[in-house]
């Protein structure tokens, strides 16, 4: 059992981050039950940290109550390990697994402690509200204009940097102008410089930039190969990308973060979202089902993956969706979701990329796509 003393939030957040499962065996933790174990143990002296560092060729900086150290396990599992070391194979391999985490667990972390600050500040405003020390137009007005100014500043981050020939580009900002983004090199599939697209008489044009594809796709090319189609999907996105930047509002009312909704929340997700050519999900859409709804009846199966927020599988296709940033993005005032999506046949090398709006018109509905 770890000898440091961890915030509620913390242990909390660590749990929630690996799904209440345990680090060692895989199978459910109850709350009660949980204990954060150090993957190399905090047992060791300052010296022998150090040495083991250096050993295994760990990062200088390496900290022995780093995220990344600390998973949760049951309490018979943290019993059984005991104060060992593993060895260095193991080392790399268990902190491998956990690294991918990190990010999990702070944004836990930060959820709980901002329903923490909320109830707390809810409570003081309700209280200088009904002591009359400020009124309700002198809060909103002070809301909407933070909000402005917020959203007259904003930039959004995606999770995956698009590969251009200069360097990878994650950082993008609304009202900036992207022309220099039309003629820039990409890299696509992190190795070819172009890819080829065909018309329907045959004719093969080669495509490096944006611009380039932009006026392709306008004159009926279309990428053909498995390999083009799949390697299409960065310029495609970075097209779509780029339209809804510069179309983006700042909402005027919001059913997605009023409380926040993750994505990969599936009692909040449509099935409109699985890819359903042959519409064998049609009746449960129409019943008003959600994907959790399938995944019960064990209609559709969930898969981990690190590089999407949810995977979903049915019918021989896998759904996979990447949250990019959020706004008002079809003009209805109610904010959207601006999502980078990937279609794959469970067998073969079939696979395509796209993008999607999803939204949700209110509190009683399902999260679904509106096409861009």
Partial sequence: MSKTSLDISIRTGIWNAYKNKCFYCDKYIEFKDLQIDHIIPESLSELELKELILEYGLNGSFSINAYENLVPTHRVCNQRKTNNVFNKKAIHYFLGLSTKKVKSIREEINKLKR????????????????????????????????????????????????????????????????????????????????INLSNDSGVITRISNLREWINA?????????????????????????????????????????????????????????????????????????????????????????????????????????????????????????????????????????????LTRKSTKSLIEPYML
């Fill in 217 to 357: 796709i306008n004159n009926g090319f279309y990428p053909c190969t498995n390999t083009d189609i799949k390697m299409s999907e960065n310029v495609d996105f970075l097209a779509n990308l780029i339209e809804a930047l510069k179309r983006a509002k700042l909402s005027k009312a919001s059913f997605l973060d009023e409380p926040w909704i993750d994505i990969d929340n599936i009692d909040y997700l449509s099935p409109k979202i699985i890819y359903d050519p042959e519409e064998k999900l049609i009746v449960n859409i129409q019943n008003g089902e959600s994907i959790g709804d399938l995944y019960r009846r064990k209609q559709v199966r969930l898969i981990k993956t690190d590089v999407f927020d949810i995977s979903i599988e049915f019918n021989g296709f896998r759904t996979s969706i990447s949250e990019q940033f959020r706004a008002d993005l079809n003009d209805d005032g109610i904010e959207d979701i601006l999502v980078r999506s990937w279609y794959n046949a469970t067998r073969g090398s079939l696979g395509f990329g796209g993008t999607l709006i």
């Fill in 115 to 194: 329903k923490s600050f909320f109830n707390q500040l809810n409570s003081k405003i309700v209280s200088a509200l009904e002591k009359d020390y400020i009124n309700v137009d002198e809060l909103t007005k002070i809301i909407n204009e933070k909000r402005n100014i917020d959203w007259s500043e904003k930039e959004i981050k995606l999770p995956i940097a698009i590969n251009f020939e200069d360097g990878l580009y994650d950082t993008f900002s609304f009202n900036k102008n992207f022309d220099n983004l039309y003629s820039k090199q990409i890299i696509f599939g992190e190795t070819y410089k172009y």
